[in-house]
């Protein structure tokens, strides 16, 4: 089963305004991350939340994690151009190949200046 | 400390010839992870590697496609025979040796981009 499905595939907002993404998934997990990836470029990580854990901010960043729904957001506030990416939220589970991480499709998130 | 190093960051082949990735992780790290991102697609666990190790090879394509992490040096994702459908972004990921049940964060590099003609 596929872990890690975003939602919107994309999102386009002026600059100054929140971004909200979100990933579900289906299965149990250790932890979920949000990274995020430029156009041609590699993936820079964002953010990791534990399963134990509801909620994290780092900076203009704040990841929800709800465990029984199997879903996480990740707002941006106050956007900025360079927040114009691609986010991908992974997922790790319990157990043997918990190194295993589970990349959704992506967000594709415009800024606009 | 150099991040996770791929090369080349392209390579473009014609279908039939055989590519090369190459990766050196972090220093101190020994664990190296393969990753494939088809074009809109988000990436995809291929094979997890300790020195001189295969761990696990479970998202890896049974044919043509092999992966080696020797003694010495970069680890190589090698692909033989490539067709148009290997054409995607090729990543590289390292981590730390850690304790039994801590999560070990992977750390990615750049990444190779394959065209096949």
């Known amino acids: 089963s596929q872990q890690g499905e975003e939602d919107p595939q994309a999102l386009s907002i002026q600059e100054g305004e929140n971004a909200t993404m979100n990933c579900s998934y289906k299965?149990?997990?250790?932890?979920l991350q949000w990274y995020r990836q430029n156009s041609g470029r590699g993936l820079v990580h964002l953010i990791l939340?534990?399963?134990?854990?509801r909620e994290k901010h780092s900076g203009r960043l704040r990841v929800t994690l709800d465990t029984s729904k199997k879903s996480s957001s990740l707002l941006i506030t106050a956007s900025r151009a360079a927040d114009t990416a691609s986010y991908f939220c992974?997922?790790?589970?319990?157990?043997?190949?918990?190194?295993?991480?589970?990349f959704g499709k992506g967000t594709k998130l415009s800024v606009i200046p | 400390n150099a991040g996770v190093m791929q090369n080349p960051r392209h390579l473009v082949r014609r279908r039939g010839q055989e590519a090369r990735l190459r990766c050196s992780p972090m220093?101190?790290?020994?664990?190296v992870y393969w990753y494939r991102q088809l074009p809109e697609e988000g990436l995809k666990f291929m094979v997890y590697?300790?020195?001189?190790?295969?761990?696990?090879e479970s998202g890896m394509p049974k044919e043509r496609f092999s992966a080696e992490f020797p003694k010495e040096g970069p680890s190589i994702l090698r692909i033989q025979q490539v067709v148009r459908g290997d054409s995607a972004a090729y990543f590289c990921?390292?981590?730390?040796?850690?304790?039994?049940?801590?999560?070990?964060?992977?750390?990615f590099g750049p990444g190779t981009r394959l065209t096949v003609l």
């Open positions: 990921a390292s981590s730390p040796m850690i304790a039994s049940g801590a999560y070990n964060e992977q750390f």
């Open positions: 299965t149990s997990i250790n932890n």
């Open positions: 939340i534990r399963s134990n854990e």
């Open positions: 992974a997922t790790d589970a319990p157990g043997a190949g918990s190194y295993q991480l589970t």
């Open positions: 220093k101190g790290h020994s664990h």
């Open positions: 590697l300790q020195k001189e190790n295969i761990i696990d």
